[in-house]
């Protein structure tokens, strides 16, 4: 969790005490400082070398769900500020956000950077991702 990231927001939270777990998947890049502080407030991370399609991720309390655009490859979501390959793809979000097990309370997409995106294929994706969240928040997660 770096203070000059999108993770900062999670980095406080984690300070407080409010959020019993936090686990982020698909992480491609990780500096000490990050793996310091994740070991500090223990932080879960799936790092994207390590992800497996077929893991069986479960919660036992309410999910909030953040997606940040750039975890997925620069093939499938070109309009964000850090392009990463060796992301996920399109599928493999809409599955984990179908397969995961908890109840789903709420979630957001960040990190869409219309200056960068092709053909609008990133708002596309973020917009096929909002409505399988939505879909899911209503059927009572």
Do not use: C
């Not at 300070?15 to 400082?33: F, M, W």
């Not at 490859?73 to 392009?83: E, K, L, Q």
């Not at 960068?116 to 096929?128: H, L, Q």
Request: glycine share 10%; no cysteine.
């Amino acid at each position: 969790m770096n203070d000059s990231s999108s993770s900062k927001p999670f980095a406080r939270l984690m300070e407080t005490g409010r959020i019993s777990r936090l686990l982020q998947v698909g992480i491609r890049t990780l500096n000490d400082h990050q793996r310091e502080q994740a070991a500090r407030f223990g932080v879960e991370i799936i790092e994207m070398k390590d992800w497996d399609d077929n893991a069986q991720l479960g919660f036992d309390g309410p999910v909030y769900l953040s997606v940040d655009l750039d975890g997925l490859d620069p093939a499938f979501a070109p309009g964000v500020s850090h392009h990463e390959p060796g992301g996920f793809s399109s599928r493999q979000v809409i599955n984990l956000v179908h397969r995961f097990e908890g109840p789903l309370v709420g979630a957001d997409i960040v990190e869409l950077n219309p200056h960068r995106d092709i053909n609008n294929m990133t708002a596309m994706v973020a917009a096929r991702l909002a409505k399988e969240i939505m879909g899911r928040l209503l059927v009572g997660g």
